[in-house]
Nanobody, 119 residues
Framework: QVELVESGGGSVQAGGSLRLSCRYIRNWYSMAWFRQAPGKEREGVAIFYGGGMPVYAESVKGRFTVSNDNAENTLNLDMNNLKPEDTAMYYC????????????????WGQGTQVTVSS
C-alpha cells in the first residue's frame, strides 16, 4: 500500500507560485519535503514536526511554507517567488519519530512530483 502520494507539481515562470501536497494514510511525527535536481544529491527543503516548529533549508526560507492539514491527512508545501534553481523532483518523506532534515533518516517516501521553473 502506497503510504505517501504527492501532487501539485507543474511548470511555472520565475516569480510564480505552486502548492505541493502529500497525502498520507497514517500519522507520522516527522514529515518532510526533499528535492533532487538532475545530477545533484537529494536535499532537504522543509520538515514539519508533530510537536515542534517547522525547519527550512536556508535556500527556501521566506519563500516556502510547510503545513499539515490534519482533517485532510495532507502535508502541504506552499512555494512562492519560485526561482529556476528550485527546479527539481520534489519528494515527500515521513518517519514515526524525530528526524533532522536529512534524507538518510527517512524510509517512507512518495513517488515524487516534478517542479519546473523557467526564467
Amino acid at each position: 500500500q502506497v503510504e505517501l502520494v504527492e501532487s501539485g507539481g507543474g511548470s511555472v515562470q520565475a516569480g510564480g507560485s505552486l502548492r505541493l501536497s502529500c497525502r498520507y494514510i497514517r500519522n507520522w511525527y516527522s514529515m518532510a519535503w526533499f528535492r533532487q535536481a538532475p545530477g545533484k544529491e537529494r536535499e532537504g527543503v522543509a520538515i514539519f514536526y508533530g510537536g515542534g516548529m517547522p525547519v527550512y533549508a536556508e535556500s527556501v526560507k521566506g519563500r516556502f511554507t510547510v503545513s499539515n492539514d490534519n482533517a485532510e491527512n495532507t502535508l502541504n508545501l506552499d512555494m512562492n517567488n519560485l526561482k529556476p534553481e528550485d527546479t527539481a523532483m520534489y519528494y515527500c518523506a515521513a518517519r514515526e519519530s524525530w528526524a533532522p532534515l536529512s534524507a538518510s533518516y527517512f524510509r517512507a517516501w512518495g513517488q515524487g512530483t516534478q517542479v519546473t521553473v523557467s526564467s
